[in-house]
T-cell receptor, first 112, second 117 residues
Framework: AQSVAQPEDQVNVAEGNPLTVKCTYSVSGNPYLFWYVQYPNRGLQFLLKYITGDNLVKGSYGFEAEFNKSQTSFHLKKPSALVSDSALYFCAFWKAGTALIFGKGTTLSVSS | GAVVSQHPSRVICKSGTSVKIECRSLDFQATTMFWYRQFPKKSLMLMATSNEGSKATYEQGVEKDKFLINHASLTLSTLTVTSAHPEDSSFYIC?????????????FGPGTRLTVT
């Protein structure tokens, strides 16, 4: 079955340090991949997507992600973390003909 | 643009009663709407897909008689949780696909917190 996997339940990083939230995919054909963020008791906010083109995708709030076909990964990155980046992050793929399917989520905690 | 609203934002109901959650696309026409369920600190599980004027398509394991979905217009879909029980307590999020945009573009509502006592 097609899926995305987020191997880490939680990522802890100090403010100002670079952060990485990992995502690997198992999707047939050309994958359409997404990152979303969710703050407590809030809906989802779109960060970025990879459809085609450059493997490095830049998104909102200074986040970026790199599509790596050989490693089937789409890790989310930010050069310098902020305390306000603390939230729940979801990787997702578009299941053709249906809907976005989400990974289990990774809680990012940025300490000051 | 592409705003999706949900009403109510939170609801508490007694076990055995039914509750309706509305999902509206405010500034676009939504041919397709999706309903997701999120358990605490867990992922979003796709429950069903509804197309305007058609019966909803439910994901495996989702009880269609418990979670009634209606998509009567291009801007409104409703999810009714029938005979709710405490295990139905969850965060329900709807999403909409705009008629004129790519199939993979989905816009999410702010969610509805359902608590069944």
């Amino acid at each position: 079955a097609q899926s995305v996997a987020q191997p880490e339940d939680q990522v802890n990083v100090a403010e100002g340090n670079p952060l990485t939230v990992k995502c690997t995919y198992s999707v047939s054909g050309n994958p359409y991949l997404f990152w979303y963020v969710q703050y407590p008791n809030r809906g989802l906010q779109f960060l970025l997507k990879y459809i085609t083109g450059d493997n490095l995708v830049k998104g909102s709030y200074g986040f970026e992600a790199e599509f790596n076909k050989s490693q089937t990964s789409f890790h989310l990155k930010k050069p310098s973390a902020l305390v306000s980046d603390s939230a729940l992050y979801f990787c997702a793929f578009w299941k053709a003909g249906t809907a976005l399917i989400f990974g289990k989520g990774t809680t990012l905690s940025v300490s000051s | 643009g592409a705003v999706v609203s949900q009403h109510p934002s939170r609801v508490i109901c007694k076990s055995g009663t039914s509750v309706k959650i509305e999902c509206r696309s405010l500034d676009f026409q939504a041919t397709t709407m999706f309903w997701y369920r999120q358990f605490p600190k867990k992922s979003l599980m796709l429950m069903a897909t509804s197309n305007e004027g058609s019966k909803a398509t439910y994901e495996q394991g989702v009880e269609k008689d418990k979670f009634l979905i209606n998509h009567a217009s291009l801007t409104l879909s409703t999810l009714t949780v029938t005979s709710a029980h405490p295990e139905d307590s969850s965060f329900y999020i709807c999403s909409a696909r705009e008629l004129a945009r790519s199939s993979y573009e989905q816009y999410f509502g702010p969610g509805t917190r359902l608590t069944v006592t």
